[in-house]
């Protein structure tokens, strides 16, 4: 199995521009979730989906970004616009089951840089 | 909102030292995992614990809840290179509704050839 996709891996941008950020989750896992880390606040939840639809956005940080899973194969997660504090690297994960038997797969993560 | 504090923060070690891990919260979590995370990837679990007092070995790790499952420990016996990376601990979340995994602070261990 190829794992979870992640691309691009590495995103620079200017302040002001918008960003996306893609996923390919594991065939046949029916969850996916999005993480931000940074050394000041760790590894954070974003958003996670189950069969395409979401569940808890409640760790989205502001409007400016927004997250989508239009068919079980791919995720998008946009920030326009984009600001410097959110330099991180994002990880995508999916999981077959959730929660406590499941295991989260995670992807390779892109690392953001907004100047 | 839950938190999850690791220590210690940094660890560097000589090779076939033994080191433990802590993972300590106020909060009840309904199980706790643990994740090794190298350079440049992703986080890859390692364990996952849901019974208070359970303890798990993976080869030279050990693994253990506590018995309230508000605190976690990894014991890392003889130490080795291939064991550097960051540690994080992450606890399922029984308040949410939605239910998710809160992550630690991490443990960042360099073993030394």
């Known amino acids: 199995d190829a794992g979870v996709i992640q691309s691009p891996r590495h995103e620079v941008t200017e302040m002001g521009q918008e960003v996306t950020l893609r996923c390919k989750p594991i065939s046949g896992h029916d969850y996916l979730f999005w993480y931000r880390q940074t050394m000041m606040r760790g590894l954070e939840l974003l958003i996670y989906?189950?069969?395409?639809?979401?569940?808890?956005d409640s760790g989205m940080p502001e409007d400016r970004f927004s997250a989508k899973m239009p068919n079980a194969s791919f995720s998008t997660l946009k920030i326009q616009p984009s600001e410097p504090r959110d330099s991180a690297v994002y990880f995508c994960?999916?999981?077959?089951?959730?929660?406590?038997?499941?295991?989260?797969?995670f992807g390779p993560g892109t690392r953001l840089l907004v100047l | 909102t839950q938190l999850l504090e690791q220590s210690p923060q940094f660890l560097s070690i000589q090779e076939g030292e033994n080191l433990t891990v802590y993972c300590n919260s106020s909060?009840?979590?309904?199980?706790l995992q643990w994740y090794r995370q190298e350079p440049g990837e992703g986080p890859v679990l390692l364990v996952t614990?849901?019974?208070?007092?359970e303890v798990k070995k993976l080869k030279r790790l050990t693994f253990q809840f506590g018995d309230a499952r508000k605190d976690s420990s990894l014991h890392i016996t003889a130490a080795q290179p291939g064991d550097t990376g960051l540690y994080l601990c992450a606890g399922g979340d029984p308040t949410s509704g939605t239910y998710k995994y809160i992550f630690g602070t991490g443990t960042r261990l360099k073993v030394l050839a």
């Open positions: 614990v849901v019974t208070g007092g």
């Open positions: 909060s009840v979590f309904s199980s």
């Open positions: 994960a999916s999981s077959l089951v959730y929660p406590t038997a499941g295991t989260q797969y």
């Open positions: 989906f189950n069969n395409n639809v979401p569940i808890d």
